[in-house]
């Protein structure tokens, strides 16, 4: 069993900075991909983000390429999210989700065992 609990969620004028972070519970951390997904309002859940259980194999969504980074700390159980030239448009409830072996390509929700409970970020025009 994994609890995720996310952080760093606020209010950021566009073209600013917010790092989330997702703290993991259990001794298995290293052991699962970790990805982000954010839904807006009235939209369905979209993939943001992916990091490999092994490795350091990422992948990202199109919108946000160049502009967010996914990394990890295994010693810290924790994976993080910075975004940078934030635009109106990432305004979303950020969730962290965790995939136990996964091979970290997955962009479909159904993918992920475990799930955090967001965190909101809103980028103001």
């Known amino acids: 069993q994994v609890q995720l609990v996310e952080s760093g969620g606020g209010l950021v004028q566009a073209g600013g900075s917010l790092r989330l972070s997702c703290a993991a519970s259990?001794?298995?951390?290293?052991?699962?991909?970790m990805a982000w997904f954010r839904q807006a309002p009235g939209k369905e859940r979209e993939f943001v983000t992916a990091i490999r259980w092994s490795g350091s194999a990422t992948v990202y969504a199109d919108s946000v390429k160049g502009r967010f980074t996914i990394s990890r700390d295994n010693a810290k159980n924790t994976v993080y999210l910075q975004m940078n030239s934030l635009k109106p448009e990432d305004t979303a409830v950020y969730y962290c989700?965790?995939?136990?072996?996964?091979?970290?390509?997955?962009?479909?929700?159904?993918?992920?065992?475990?799930w955090g409970q967001g965190t909101q970020v809103t980028v103001s025009s």
């Open positions: 259990g001794r298995t951390f290293s052991s699962y991909t």
């Open positions: 989700a965790a995939d136990y072996l996964g091979s970290g390509s997955s962009y479909y929700t159904f993918a992920y065992e475990y």
